[in-house]
């Protein structure tokens, strides 16, 4: 079911020789360039057309009434809400704590720099429809632009005509639970062309978040200037760094966890021990054959994307998955928060035998639209950060700028900048005398 890869004795960089999913993100990108040209141009009338032809849905306005939204709140599953709002609590406190103070720093007698941090005007954030239902994904994406202080915000997910063209109802449950009540029943590619160049029905947004698929990605990048990005996510991974102490049923439903997301979705243990292996493979067999969407576990499983990767010991499994830097990474060893200690490279990290991916998916209070595809080597996950920016604001009286004004033009001249200098030796002199 799922392959081997042993990279016992070998050293240097692994990442070529690791599974990854492979996304050729810049061919949907010519897919989805004409859609996206479309909504330029036509806006609203694109939209409804284009739902039409990709969810089969006729739509006869794009956003959401706001009974929709009440309705669905007053017939979601109490134990659903109570779990939403449980989920919402924690995320509320984590992402609380993550807002930065202004800072003011005295450079100099009458010098200071100030960085201000300024949420983002408007945000718009997709919620991913398709094979699963993400009214998670509305609260990982809509608390930290809250926490952060964005001051609208707009929810798009993609129209179920199972529910009469409007997102699914949890969905909407979830923009309920959190106030936000302008959504729009519009996915894909085209989604993100809406929030970046706007409609009559949507004003046009500053930035756009959320996870989604190849297309979604695609209009990303795409569009990348016209509208900021949280990054071009792909398909879901994990990573688990075992040791002989783990166990294997744990191990196997945790890889089998990612597996149920996508055909696509990796799902990669790293481990010294042999033995372990062997008892994973016999935990994956048994249990992916009784899970409900078993075909397309066994897909991913299966897939070149997924795999058991034996290494030599801990210290080599921690340079693998450094190098291969999960979205999820899960360390369960002897001493697992010593271990974790030393990873480097993870959208997040899961510690011991008793913090599934599945727990950061739901209820831990962190955050789960991560870095995928090796892009954790250098980015971070969606956070309170993401909505904010950081502004220097820069106060000098006429002594503070007369200090400094023979270095402002000895740089200015090295750069054969010379107007630089001239700038400040119009307001001081040359030799900051006023001369």
């Known amino acids: 079911m799922i392959s081997r890869i042993d990279l016992r004795g070998t050293t240097g960089d692994p990442r070529d020789l690791l599974p990854r999913a492979e996304l050729d993100v810049e061919a949907a990108v010519e897919r989805v360039r004409p859609i996206c040209d479309d909504v330029r141009h036509r806006g609203t009338e694109a939209l409804i057309e284009l739902t039409e032809r990709f969810d089969g849905v006729r739509?006869?306005?794009?956003?959401?009434?706001?009974?929709?939204?009440?309705?669905?709140?007053?017939?979601?599953h109490p134990d659903v809400r109570a779990a939403?709002?449980?989920?919402?609590?924690?995320?509320?406190?984590?992402h609380a704590d993550q807002r930065r103070a202004?800072?003011?720093?005295?450079?100099?007698?009458?010098?200071t720099v100030t960085e201000r941090w300024i949420p983002v005007g408007r945000v718009g954030l997709y919620v991913p429809g398709g094979r699963a239902v993400y009214p998670s994904s509305v609260v990982m994406n809509v608390v930290p632009a809250q926490e952060a202080g964005v001051g609208s915000l707009a929810v798009a997910?993609?129209?179920?005509?199972?529910?009469?063209?409007?997102?699914?109802?949890?969905?909407?449950?979830?923009?309920?639970?959190?106030?936000?009540?302008?959504?729009?029943?519009?996915?894909?590619?085209?989604?993100?062309?809406?929030?970046a160049y706007g409609t009559p029905d949507c004003p046009r947004a500053d930035m756009v978040t959320g996870p989604g698929n190849i297309y979604v990605a695609a209009a990303k990048r795409l569009l990348k200037g016209v509208i900021g990005i949280d990054a071009e996510a792909g398909p879901?991974?994990?990573?688990?760094?075992?040791?002989?102490?783990?166990?294997?049923?744990?191990?196997?439903?945790?890889?089998?966890?990612?597996a149920e997301h996508d055909v696509v979705a990796a799902s990669v243990l790293v481990t010294p021990s042999t033995g372990l292996a062997d008892r994973v493979e016999r935990e994956l067999a048994t249990r992916a054959a009784a899970t409900k969407h078993r075909e397309r576990v066994a897909e991913a499983l299966g897939g070149r994307q997924s795999g058991i990767v034996l290494v030599d010991d801990l210290?080599?499994?921690?340079?693998?998955?450094?190098?291969?830097?999960?979205?999820?990474?899960?360390?369960?060893?002897?001493?697992?928060?010593?271990?974790?200690?030393?990873?480097?490279?993870?959208?997040?990290?899961f510690v011991g035998p008793y913090a599934p991916v599945s727990l950061g998916d739901y209820l831990a209070g962190s955050n789960h639209v991560l870095p995928t595809g090796g892009s954790a080597l250098h980015s971070s996950g969606l956070s309170v950060q993401t909505f904010l920016r950081g502004v220097h604001v820069v106060e000098y009286d006429r002594a503070a700028l007369a200090e400094v004004a023979a270095?402002?033009?000895?740089?200015?001249?090295?750069?054969?900048?010379?107007?630089?200098?001239?700038a400040v030796t119009a307001r001081v002199g040359r030799d900051g005398t006023g001369a």
């Open 59 to 76: 739509l006869t306005g794009i956003r959401v009434p706001a009974p929709a939204i009440d309705s669905a709140l007053a017939d979601l």
């Open 84 to 94: 939403l709002e449980e989920s919402i609590r924690r995320a509320r406190a984590v």
């Open 102 to 111: 202004d800072t003011t720093t005295r450079v100099a007698p009458g010098g």
């Open 157 to 195: 997910s993609p129209p179920q005509a199972d529910f009469g063209g409007l997102p699914h109802p949890t969905v909407l449950a979830a923009c309920a639970l959190l106030g936000v009540d302008e959504v729009y029943a519009v996915g894909g590619a085209q989604a993100v062309a809406m929030f």
């Open 236 to 258: 879901t991974e994990i990573a688990v760094l075992a040791d002989d102490t783990a166990d294997p049923g744990f191990v196997a439903a945790d890889l089998i966890s990612q």
């Open 315 to 349: 210290d080599h499994g921690l340079a693998v998955v450094n190098a291969y830097a999960a979205e999820h990474l899960e360390v369960v060893t002897a001493d697992a928060a010593a271990v974790a200690a030393r990873v480097r490279n993870a959208g997040a990290v």
């Open 407 to 422: 270095r402002v033009v000895a740089l200015a001249e090295a750069e054969d900048l010379p107007a630089h200098g001239e």
